[in-house]
């Protein structure tokens, strides 16, 4: 028998005399001041060595909580850190046995508190042991920094083994590593190093490269590194089929876009192969967007696959321009072109320029001519009306020529000309022109080797241009060779040094009867500034009695120019010019200094430049505009 007692539960209740006593305890106890600490500021001492003083701000905690409000607990933590941080920000400069100094000196107490010499950190160890007080302390550290001895690499084992160790590419990347021995172990160049060795082999179709050997052991002791690092390349993989895909409707035939490939499928991978296709594609100017990926994830038997996506760019250009010459006077142009007419990529082209001495108007029909790559077949007309003081001349100028590009930097271009040109030149003796006639047909040969940084404003590489042609007209026959070059030196990012130059010569037994269009001339923007445009050169006296260039046999001009960029895209230059254009072999020099002004403009760079010519005591200032690229 089992008896059962229920049992009852009874509340209690708390007097309320006794709740309002805790609930003032709470409040009393949240009222109490809470001590804390602001630092005002963190200062680096020790060294000038900004990257060093950099790196070390970036590492430490304690510089981010400048300006904040801290408990004694958490300021004591940030200096423990401190040390550490500071030390393994050094690391990646070889600095690996660095004497660190950490001081604090609080505006209450002036006493700076100091480690120490053997225990640097020593003086944190009281910050939660200060008086609390219902103010907050303000305080300032001060970290001293010295370095101490680098390390410096000892020993050094860079190879890479298997197929892409034979890899031009691969071997100069290796040849270019740093670190060399006896060098400071600065990690930056090192790892800079590592991804230039892993993108040569990535470059030249080694995906499956890894490291056999990936270790740097540092003896703190001796200040010594030794480096071993061993790749195994693998198998070389290959480039495969091309897709192309233009989004959101194809402009041109998938066909034509083909014969831009330089390689056929199967063919060993080369990164250079893929620049040199979206290069291709940038330059017909079809398309506003060119994506070309190789995806080695996805090759079949080590073949990859590649994808070029195109975004049209908009099919109509219109293009204006403005030009300025104290002799020639103001001047516009305006074009237009349609990018494409057809999906088999033809283009059309209409342009005016128009001054107060010279007016042309050209149209262009152009095809492309991708079996030989970058090539275009072209049919332009040019007519063209020059009146100065002196000359009364008007052209007409059908060519035909076929385009393409030899290689990566040789541009080849075989024209044939049709020409029909009338002029008359006024001299006191002829007021009024009896006009010459003279009709051509020549072929034109040029070479263009442009190898720069940047075309649109080079800083550094070299160009050149050669151009032959020659015929018999009704009046004479000729053989003309013409050369130029310009060449570019970029000291740093905002200054570079420019030196061109121009030489010609025609041969020719009846030069007077050659029209002025197939004469050289020198002076203006584009030879030698300080001088009018064709202002160089044998010369005649027109109705008023003034002397005016009439085109010579021969050219000769030099120009040297610095050219520094201060604020944004805003600059200056200072340049030297000089030249002729002469008969005979004796060039009668004539050299021009100015000043200039330079905007890297949205369009291009601008270039506005005031010139005087030395050769006259009493020669004006010229000032000359332009606007476009240097090559």
């Known amino acids: 028998m089992h008896c ?115 225990d640097p950190a020593a003086d944190i160890t009281s910050a939660d042991d200060a008086p609390e007080t219902s103010q907050d302390d303000v305080l300032s550290v001060s970290i001293s920094i010295d370095p101490g001895l680098p390390v410096q690499v000892r020993g050094r084992q860079v190879v890479v083994t298997g197929a892409g160790g034979d890899d031009a590419q ?107 296709l979206r290069r291709s594609l940038v330059a017909l100017d079809y398309f506003g967007l060119v994506d070309v990926s190789a995806t080695p994830e996805t090759a079949q038997d080590k073949q990859v696959p590649v994808q070029v996506n195109l975004t049209p760019a908009p099919r109509s250009i219109y293009s204006y321009g403005l030009s300025y010459g104290t002799r020639s006077g103001a001047g516009f142009s305006t074009g237009f072109e349609r990018r494409y007419l057809n999906q088999r990529g033809h283009k059309a082209l209409a342009q005016i320029d128009w001054g107060n001495q010279r007016k042309t108007a050209t149209v262009q029909y152009r095809m492309p001519a991708f079996a030989w790559r970058d090539g275009w077949y072209t049919a332009s007309l040019q007519a063209a009306d020059e009146q100065t003081d002196s000359l009364d001349n008007r052209r ?84 003309q060779l013409h050369a130029n070059a310009q060449w570019f030196h970029g000291f740093d990012a905002d200054s570079r040094l420019i030196v ?38 044998p010369r005649i006296r027109n109705g008023q009695g003034d002397l005016y260039a009439v085109g010579a046999a021969s050219v000769l001009t030099a120009s040297i120019e610095y050219e520094r960029y201060f604020h944004g895209p805003w600059g200056a230059a200072v340049f030297v010019d000089s030249g002729s254009a002469f008969a005979g072999r004796r060039a009668d020099l004539h050299t021009g200094v100015g000043i200039g002004l330079r905007w890297r403009s949205p369009v291009g760079p601008v270039r506005i430049d005031i010139a005087r010519g030395l050769n006259a005591p009493d020669s004006p200032f010229t000032l000359h505009l332009n606007i476009g690229a240097d090559l």
């Open 500 to 537: 061109r130059g121009e030489a010609g010569r025609t041969f020719t037994g009846d030069l007077l009867n050659l029209p002025p269009s197939l004469r050289y001339f020198a002076g203006g923007d584009r030879s030698v500034r300080g001088y009018g445009w064709r202002e160089i050169g």
């Open 396 to 479: 007409l100028e059908f060519v035909v020529s076929r385009s393409g590009q030899y290689s990566e930097h040789l541009n080849l271009v075989a024209s044939a000309h049709v020409l029909r040109e009338r002029w008359s030149y006024f001299t006191v003796n002829k007021p009024v022109g009896l006009y010459q006639f003279a009709s051509f047909v020549f072929p034109e040969l040029r070479a263009d080797y442009i190898n720069v940084d940047n075309r649109m404003a080079p800083r550094s590489g070299f160009g050149a241009g050669l151009t032959l042609r020659g015929g018999n007209g009704n009046a004479a026959g000729f053989v």
């Open 170 to 276: 691969v071997r100069a990347a290796l040849a270019a590593f740093v670190p060399h021995t006896g060098e400071v172990l600065d990690h930056s160049r090192y790892e800079a190093s590592k991804t230039r060795v892993n993108r040569a082999l990535a470059a030249q179709g080694y995906f499956d490269a890894d490291f056999i050997i990936h270790q740097v052991q540092v003896t703190r002791a001796e200040h010594a590194a030794d480096i071993d690092l061993r790749w195994s390349s693998g198998p070389r993989y290959r480039l495969g089929e091309v897709v192309f895909t233009q989004a959101p409707a194809p402009v041109l035939r998938d066909e034509l876009l083909q014969k831009l490939v330089g390689w056929t499928p199967g063919q060993a991978y080369d990164a250079a192969q893929l620049e040199r």
């Open 4 to 118: 059962q007692t229920a049992r009852r539960r009874y509340p209690v209740t708390m007097p309320s005399s006794l709740i309002r006593l805790l609930h003032g305890v709470v409040l009393c106890l949240v009222a109490l001041p809470v001590s804390a600490v602001t630092v005002t500021r963190v200062d680096l001492r020790g060294t000038s060595d900004e990257r060093l003083l950099d790196n070390v701000r970036s590492a430490l905690s304690l510089q981010d909580a400048v300006g904040k409000r801290l408990t004694h607990r958490r300021l004591a933590y940030l200096l423990q850190q401190a040390d550490a941080q500071t030390r393994q920000a050094l690391e990646p400069f070889g600095y690996y046995a660095p004497v660190i100094r950490i001081q604090r000196s609080d505006r209450a107490d002036p006493q700076t508190v100091s480690a120490p010499d053997d």
